[in-house]
């Protein structure tokens, strides 16, 4: 089916191409902008390709398997308002990618601007393709996060950065909102399939649960759509690169929540509740938008605020309920979606030309860049709606509505004037900006001095002001198919009538638009020198919503957290471990049921085991009183006691544990022997015991013993209560013919639990990479660094007093390193030896990462930090993102096959001579474990062993605990 | 066996919660370590003590005649993560005692 192949390309085309940016375009930024707008481009010819598909109101569907066990599919949705927003998001993506080249400063690669442009466009594409509601919630929060990314571009400047968290904040919250909402309708509807909910909704509608599914949906849809009172993010979202203002704020991010008012208006619309809130709040929205836009006096302010108003039109004629609302919605999504990206693109041209956006200090610059002013005119007329041009079109259109409104006479006077009122300050604010910049006398003091903009940076603008020109001339033959098509699949059999022409005669809509036209004129004449001079917008001046966002975002991350800390017994962890404990203990102990009388355990207990316990116990208790002082004993006795719970895996028959134990054990001793050199020293003498601490002490012991002793009783009960018939029979059953080994445990791990598995070594390679990072700027403490010898390293004299030292001390190790060194291909093979008999005997992957690691441990002390890195060059982290790439390329092989994700095979292939050749793909996934295990080890004991050779340096901005005494 | 093993389990924790509840970073990775330690017997006690039994599929058929594999895979996975914790653990305590100045957990005793 060659449309259902289009729509997957044009959805998946923008990510890989996001995803190819940085290897293709690095350093080169003619290939970047080709990949970014070759996309584009291509991904608008496939829509336009899909037309015929969809022309008549048809609904083009392709599906993938999802969940099906839970009624999920990914799928696929192509009707007439899809269509429409797919031209527009990638046509306008095309001219803002061009754009972008010559906007952008020169010296930058671009690489992360189009990879998150294209994104960006990606999770665009998805909201409007997706079939199924959840999934059009992951893109719409996948949208929310390149526009965090996109607004925070200039992620230098404190301004841009508190923009893109504002809309982060505000839109992803909204998006969750939206995620309960469509939850609520999927339950409603009985399937979260689009077309299973836009036939349910009648039954949606009548259901108790409507409201708050309403709600929250519109929630989601007014915080993307910048609906008063959630706009404030919009106007501070300016602070982004012009082109990304004039992507997000035209065509893409803003509009998704229209989109999504028109999704479901069949379902939604029609009721009181979606009346009075949606028409309200665009009324509000529209008229607080037009008026703070008259009053901004920067130019992408002015475009902030028109951009909210004109939202707020869109919304309101969805809100009114009326069939030829929904056409005039459309028709004016598409309207504005051209000129505001056109305005945005003059705005950025003035702005790259005379490094001002600043209303008060622009003028005159028609005479320097004459085709741009020209341009700009046609936007700008187009924005206040002045005949020919397209914004004129779809304000009668909204007239005509808001004249047919049949909601009450106060109701329906109130709609009307505002609606002149809104028309009459978007003739203002677009007289004030394309005259105040292009008009008057040309002014002599700009930053830089102006020219014509480059060519291809007009382009786009002259393509756009075309696209006004043509539909404002030609509306029936340009737009009257697309509007059509889009509004059929909104309305169906409802479609109104409805005439796209410039002239309906001398009607009631043309007075309106007359009135509001000369208001406007005489607003601007009247009141542009006052307007100049303000510097806030009068009489809402006052109200900020943004004000408000902090002040709860400040009560939520400072004035909570310290009620709590008041609340709470003190901010110490010490006394939260505690509270900690003794919940833990507390909950333990309400859990406890009496059980059935067990009967008594069969095996006799060996003197033997005992007396290792015995021993065992002792170190644990010796390592808890030895913590403290003694950190090398402790760290030895602990070591004992991890021996002991080895011997114990070997002699309860788990020979796999034991081994792991054993490694894992020798390694983590290492490490902490590495990192006991950087804590301080404590002498005991030095320290004595205060009373509270005595208490303490006391008190702790009293809850640990609790602890202790409430354990011990419940491993007891479990232990003579064990379960009958647990899942373990399954998989000891279904080992060797389902998973084609005798290890059971391993084949646990690497097949059946192969999920888990891959969970666990992904947090293994995070932990490790968070240890990596951690220590990249690690600045130890001064002391620390002066308490050996090393002191003295840094002069001439104790450099070579150093380097005797290092020499006797290799010296003494000589013989030792040797055989060390002879060691090694020994225990590499032993590891090698380990890993591949991991399916049938106990080894595996993980242990057998463990133990190439200690090779390296083992090196390290025999040859010394130095001689392994000049030698041996290691790269852990490609060691991990291999094995991890490893362990997914073996699940997805099993999907390209047509398997679940991680299916093993197993089998044996028959070769001559050699006979039988057991092969198991497994291995490959154990071998990605042993990659990502060895490697993610090996990092953090590198990055701790590599701390050894760091060197007093003498830094002006050393540490705050420089002055500390060296005592 | 069994009430060995559990004593054993019960002084582990015991030791690990005292240590826990220590003032010194250093005190508390011990005390992790050994609550791990315990926590680790303690799920591979639930599969129940076997002296003697086979790990690996041998010619028996009857699946009692071997360990139980179950929480000796998660026994397994914990012991790897446990060490990957320890070693973010004594990172975060490096990084800490360069920032603060001392080893205390709170950062804000006063003495080093």
Known sequence: ?967 | MEAVLAIAIGALAGSGVWLLLRPRTFQVIIGLTLISYAVNLFIFAVGGVRVGADPVLGAATDPSHYADPLPQALVLTAIVISFATTALFLVVLLTSRGFAGNDHVDGEDGTP
């Open chain 1, 1 to 967: 089916m060659p449309y259902g192949l289009i729509s997957t390309a044009i959805l998946f085309l923008p990510f890989a191409a996001a995803l190819a940016t940085p290897l293709i375009g690095r350093g080169n930024r003619r290939r970047t902008t080709w990949l970014m707008t070759g996309t584009a481009g291509v991904c608008l010819v496939l829509s336009s390709l899909l037309f015929p598909g969809i022309a008549d109101g048809e609904v083009l569907r392709q599906s993938f398997a999802w969940a099906p066990g839970l009624g999920l599919d990914f799928t696929l949705r192509v009707d007439g308002l899809t269509w429409l927003f797919l031209i527009l998001v990638t046509g306008i993506g095309l001219l803002v990618g061009i754009y972008a080249n010559y906007y952008m400063p020169r010296e930058y690669p671009l690489v992360r601007f189009y990879s998150l442009l294209l994104g960006f466009m990606g999770a665009m594409l998805g909201i409007v393709l997706s079939g199924n509601v959840i999934q059009l919630v992951f893109f719409w929060e996948l949208t929310s996060l390149f526009s965090f990314l996109l607004i925070g571009y200039w992620h230098h400047g404190k301004s841009a950065r508190d923009a893109a968290r504002t809309a982060l904040i505000v839109t992803v919250t909204g998006g969750l909102c939206l995620l309960a909402g469509v939850l609520v309708l999927g339950h409603i509807a009985g399937s979260y399939d689009v077309d299973a909910i836009l036939a349910a909704g009648g039954r949606i509608r009548a259901s108790p649960l409507y409201l708050p599914a309403l709600v929250l949906i519109l929630l989601g849809a007014f915080t993307k759509s910048a609906q008063v009172p959630f706009h404030f993010w919009l106007p501070q979202a300016m602070s982004a690169p012009t082109p990304v203002s004039a992507y997000l704020h035209s065509a893409t991010m803003v509009k998704a929540g229209v989109f999504l008012l028109l999704r479901f208006w069949p379902v939604l619309a029609g009721t009181e509740a979606w009346f009075w809130i949606v028409g309200g709040v665009g009324l509000a929205t529209m008229l607080v938008g037009a008026w703070s836009a008259t009053f901004q006096q920067d130019m992408k302010g002015v475009l902030a605020y028109s951009t909210i108003s004109h939202l707020g039109l869109i919304t309101m004629l969805a809100g009114l309920g009326s069939t030829l609302g929904v056409v005039a919605a459309i028709f004016h999504t598409v309207n504005h979606a051209t000129f505001k990206a056109s305005m945005f693109m003059a705005v950025g041209a003035v702005d790259h030309e005379t490094g001002t956006r600043d209303l008060r200090r622009l003028g005159g610059l028609r005479h320097v860049m004459p085709i741009t002013a020209t341009l700009a005119v046609i936007a700008g007329a187009a924005m206040a709606g002045v005949p020919l041009l397209n914004g004129f079109l779809s304000k009668e259109m909204f007239f005509a509505v808001a004249l047919g409104a049949n909601h009450g006479l106060v109701l329906d006077a109130l709609t009307v004037l505002v609606a002149v009122a809104a028309a009459a300050l978007g003739v203002t604010y677009s007289l004030r900006l394309v005259g105040g910049a292009f008009f008057g006398p040309l002014r002599h003091d700009y930053p830089r001095e102006p020219h014509e903009p480059p060519r291809w940076m007009r382009f786009p603008i002259g393509i756009l002001a075309l696209a006004c020109l043509a539909v404002g001339i030609f509306p029936a033959w340009v737009v009257g198919p697309l509007l059509r098509a889009a509004a059929l699949s909104v309305l169906g059999a409802q479609l109104p009538a409805y005439d796209l022409a410039i002239w309906h005669g001398l009607t009631l809509p043309l007075l309106m638009s007359v009135i509001a036209f000369v208001a406007g004129c005489v607003l601007y004449i009247a009141g542009r020198r006052r307007i100049a001079a303000r510097d806030s917008t009068p009489l809402i001046g006052w109200t900020s919503a943004l004000h408000g966002f902090e002040r709860v975002l400040g009560f939520l991350t400072t004035t909570l957290p310290e009620l709590q800390a008041k609340i709470f017994p003190g901010r110490k962890l010490q006394v939260q471990l505690l509270v900690v404990v003794v919940l833990a203990g507390i909950f333990g102990f309400l859990a406890v049921r009496p059980l059935p009388a067990a009967a008594a355990p069969g095996m006799h207990v060996d003197p033997a085991f005992a007396l290792l316990w015995l021993l065992g116990i002792a170190c644990a208790i010796g390592a808890a009183t030895q913590a403290k002082f003694q950190r090398m004993a402790a760290l030895i006795l602990t070591a004992g006691t991890g021996l002991v719970v080895c011997i114990t895996f070997v002699w309860l028959s788990a020979p796999d544990l034991a081994v792991t134990q054993l490694v894992v054990e020798s390694i983590t001793t290492v490490l902490l022997l590495l990192g006991l050199r950087w804590l301080p020293k404590r002498i005991r003498e030095l320290a004595p015991l205060s009373s509270t601490a005595r208490y303490h002490r006391v008190r702790d012991a009293v809850v640990a013993i609790g602890i202790g002793v409430g354990l011990a009783s419940l491993a007891y009960a479990v232990m003579n209560h064990l379960v009958a018939d647990s899942a373990s029979r399954f998989y000891l059953e279904q080992a060797l013919p389902g998973g084609g080994g005798r290890n059971v445990v391993n084949v646990i791990l690497v097949d059946f639990r192969a999920l888990d598995t891959l969970g666990e070594i992904s947090v293994l390679s995070i932990v490790a990479l968070a240890v990596f990072a951690l220590l990249w700027r690690f600045r130890p403490a001064a002391e620390s660094l002066g308490s050996t010898r090393r002191r003295e390293i840094g002069s001439v004299q104790g450099e070579a007093r150093a380097d005797r030292a290092r020499r006797a001390w290799a010296d003494q190790m000589m013989l030792p390193g040797f055989l060390i060194l002879l060691v090694v291909p020994v225990i590499t093979l032993f590891a090698l030896h380990l890993f591949l008999r991991g399916h049938d005997l106990p080894g595996g992957g993980f242990v057998a990462g463990i133990t190439v690691t200690m090779t390296l441990i083992v090196l390290y002390m025999a040859a010394g930090a130095r001689w392994v890195e000049a030698r041996l060059k290691v790269a852990p982290v490609r060691w991990i993102g291999a094995g991890l790439l490893l362990a997914i390329a073996t699940g997805l092989a099993a999907v390209v096959l047509g398997d679940p994700f991680l299916t093993a095979y197993h089998g044996h292939w028959s070769v001559p001579v050699l006979g039988d050749i057991p092969y198991n793909s497994a291995l490959l996934f154990d071998l990605g474990v042993f990659a990502v295990v060895s490697g993610a080890s090996a990092l953090m004991l590198v990055v701790l062993a590599h701390q050894s050779l760091r060197r007093v340096v003498p830094a002006p901005d050393a540490p705050r605990d420089n002055g500390e005494a060296e005592s």
